[in-house]
């Protein structure tokens, strides 16, 4: 599905990736792990077009990112990759329905059409009831749990999570944890997840470890 050839990225003097190679599965959950500063998250943003390398090609099902231009690349990221971060980064001022179907609304999807998959979505993820409350008004993981399902409004091909349970208490972050692998069961869902938590990367399909720009393991349990 994605394809990662010899990735290397630079921030001034500093040698972030040294030289990646990675493909990414269909249908599977791959944790990325190790230690602060190893390049995980830098990997992942560029995996997910939003970083560029300094060296080396990212391919989606045989189409070189880097041949797309400004707007081919926004449309590609909107339709196909999800994101999930850490703080979920809704916006304060729309409810959760309308922050689960803004990326519907960018893409020019009918707003009927994008409000239906977002009431399927907040029943699958149980916050169907707190569809019309502000991000103010729901606890971490309902946030979590809008910003999960907005990354799934446009049925994207991969999701990307950055330390997606970093921000919440243990039972929330377990909660969410099991809601990856039912997404990925129900929906088919492909997800690559960087993570410090080794409860949820040792129970993965596959927990990739990068250590000073490199991968240092790479344990495929099942795909």
Known sequence: MLQARNLHKYYGQLHVLKGIDLDIEKGAITTIVGPSGAGKSTLLHILGTLDKPD??????????????????????RNLSIGFVFQFHNLLPEFTALENIAMPGYIAGRPTQEVHQRAEWLAEMLGIAHRLSHKPAELSGGEQQRVAVARALINNPAIVFADEPSGNLDTRNAEELHRLFFQLRD????????????EVLANTTDRKI?????????????SL
């Open 55 to 76: 060296k080396g090609t990212v391919s989606f099902e045989g189409v070189d990112l880097q041949t797309l231009n400004e707007k081919q690349l926004a449309q590609f």
């Open 186 to 197: 129900k929906l088919g869902q492909t997800f690559v997840i960087v993570t410090h938590n």
């Open 209 to 221: 470890t990068i250590i000073d720009g490199r991968i240092a393991e790479d344990v495929i349990k």
